[in-house]
Every structure is written in C-alpha cells, then in structure tokens.
C-alpha cells in the first residue's frame, strides 16, 4: 500500500508530493523532490517505531540546506575531477561545484528536480527526462527509478537509457543513523564492509588512481567495529576527507549482487544489511553535518551513507573503469540495484 499526501511547495511553487510505502509495522517515506528518501521507520528490538533516516520535515530544509539529504544523485554520483571527460576524442566540461571538480550532477542536478511518478502495485516509480547538454553532459538520458518496501527490504532499483553516448553513475545519498535520526552521533553504529581496497584521493577527495588495501588501516571493516573507533586516526585519507567519505571498492563483479555491508545499533537493536550490485560503495560519516533536522540539531558525524556507485572519475582513470565503467552507449540500458534490510534484536 503506498499513501500519497502533499508535502509542500518548492519556492517556485511546484508541488512536492510525499509518497508512503507500508510494510507491515514500518514505513518508508519518499518525496518526488528528487527522488528524496525523508524517512525510513522500522521498530527497534523493543517494538518502538523509530526513524532511522536524517532529513527535514518541510520543502524548505531541502531547498536552504546542503548535503543532499535523502536524495537520488545523477547524472553522475560522486567526483569527476576538473569537470573533465573525453567520449571518442571529444573533451566535454561540466560545471564544477565542488573546489574545481564537479560533485552529484552539477549546479542542478536530478536531487533538485521534480520527478514524474505513478505508482505500480506496491512499487513507487519516477522517471526525469535530462536533456542532452544539461550540466554539459551528451545526450537526451530517461531515467526510471523504482522504490519498494517487502518484507523488511527498502528497494531502489535504477534504470537509465541515452540516445547518444554519455555518462551514468546513480546513487541515493540517504543519510542513516541507527540509534534513530535525532540520536546525534553515529560513532557507536557498529559497521561491516566486505572491501580489501579503497581508492585514494587528493586534498580536493578526487580518487587519483591505484588501490590502497584497507587491511591494518582505519578503513578496515572486515571485522565489524564502531565506526567511531578509528575515525580519528593520523591518516593522510582520513585528513583529507575529515573523517570517512572515502570510495570502498566491493569484491562482486559489477551486476553480480552481494551482501556489502551490515550496520547494527546496540542502543535500538536495529540491524540493516545492505546489497548492491554496484562495484564499489562510498561511506560518508556526515563530515560536515551542520543543520537543524526532523527532531534534532544535526552536528558532525550524526549520520552516515553508504553510496552504492561506479568509482569516482572512472571516465578519467581506466584502472577504475574496469571495475564498472560509468560510459553509457546509446541505446544501451544502464540497470542497478541497492537494497537496505532491515531487522531487530
């Protein structure tokens, strides 16, 4: 059963519809404001309902605030350094919001249109149509996401077709916190990731090429530990990125699907395991948080996300587009799937 009620008004005065998908004693809320995943509630050990998902309660908190809470990223998630690609010999730039480099789609990317929807069963779906040259990208791409809460499993599964070659990396930028969102710090959620590499950046977080092993670093999570533990180790990533917003490469071939990560709240007993088949994952540990939210003030490390991706600036790195290329061939449908379990005990 999905529920649709009105949201609120952007300041343009477009109509922000909130659509509500129930699953048994939990609900997930998504907005068609880009694709906006504003709450997630499941109950806790004890049967509470309780909110696992950051956000803001009113269009305005989306419009005035940075951060891309909730929110689906396109055309490309993540970093493309100096806003540079080349597709057969041509050198396209796009625009660069993010110290010289461009972040999440640009100026305007999908996290703020508004979406066309119609719901499909128990399935929510929205589609955009992002005209070709929009933030300096080729080609006329149709995006369709799809959103579904079964059985425990909140679903977002991606589809995008281009009529020229481009570019295509999509993610959802769901700000998580365990303990419930106005908890305020997430350094006790208790982390899993199945990864032996991360990418290495610069001091602007652009990925630079080669793959640095995790094991014996801070970004270790092979054996499950707070993510608090070592998050303020002497490391030179760790100083880059102000904490953890580093790209996790995945052990699955891309399109294969695994289980990636596990996150546990030992306050709440919530438990939420996580499946993509997407080749790498960023873990951002709200760095930079620094807003009033649904029920609390959001101060730094009072969430985290695990962006499912291909890996940052894989268009200007070949090593790392052999894990997962973010090229998009006209006519080609570009198809993925994350998926958060949750469960209590």
């Not at 809320?29 to 109950?43: A, C, K, R």
């Not at 290329?325 to 993925?336: N, Q, R």
């Amino acid at each position: 059963m999905i529920a649709e009620r009105e949201f609120g008004k952007t300041k343009n005065g477009e109509r922000v519809l909130a659509f509500t998908l129930r699953d048994g004693d939990g609900c997930a809320t998504v907005l068609n404001l880009g694709g906006i995943v504003q709450s997630i509630v499941v109950p806790d050990r004890d049967g509470k309902p309780t909110d696992v998902v950051c956000g803001y309660s009113d269009v305005a908190g989306y419009e005035n605030n940075g951060g891309y809470l909730g929110a689906l990223i396109g055309r490309f998630g993540n970093r493309i350094g100096a806003g540079k690609f080349t597709l057969d010999g041509k050198e396209y730039s796009l625009y660069c919001n993010d110290r010289g480099n461009h972040l999440h789609g640009g100026l305007a990317g999908f996290d703020k249109k508004i979406w066309a929807h119609k719901i499909d069963g128990d399935e929510l779906v929205l589609t955009l149509v992002s005209p070709d040259g929009e933030e300096g990208y080729p080609g006329t791409l149709n995006v369709e996401v799809r959103y579904s809460f079964r059985g425990g499993r909140f679903g977002i599964r991606y589809r995008a077709v281009s009529d020229r070659k481009t570019l295509c990396n999509l993610t959802n930028h769901t700000y998580f916190n365990l303990n419930g969102e106005g908890d305020g710090s997430i350094l006790d959620n208790e982390l899993w990731i199945d990864c032996d590499e991360i990418t290495p950046t610069d001091s602007a977080m652009i990925p630079v090429g080669g793959f640095r092993a995790v094991k014996g670093t801070a970004f270790d999570f092979n054996v499950p530990k707070e993510i608090g533990r070592d998050i303020g180790a002497d490391d030179p990533d760790l100083k880059n990125g102000n904490g953890y917003d580093h790209c996790h490469v995945l052990k699955n071939r891309c399109g294969d699907m695994v289980k990636y990560a596990r996150v546990r709240s030992k306050k709440t007993g919530i438990t939420m395991e996580c499946y993509t088949d997407m080749p790498a994952v960023q873990l951002y540990t709200g760095n930079g948080m620094n807003v009033q939210g649904k029920t609390a003030y959001y101060n730094r490390n009072a969430a985290f996300c695990l962006e499912t991706e291909a890996i940052p600036n894989n268009v200007n790195i070949a090593e790392y587009a052999e894990r997962g290329s973010s090229v998009l061939e006209a006519g080609e449908t570009y198809d993925f799937t994350a998926v958060y379990a949750f469960s209590a005990k």
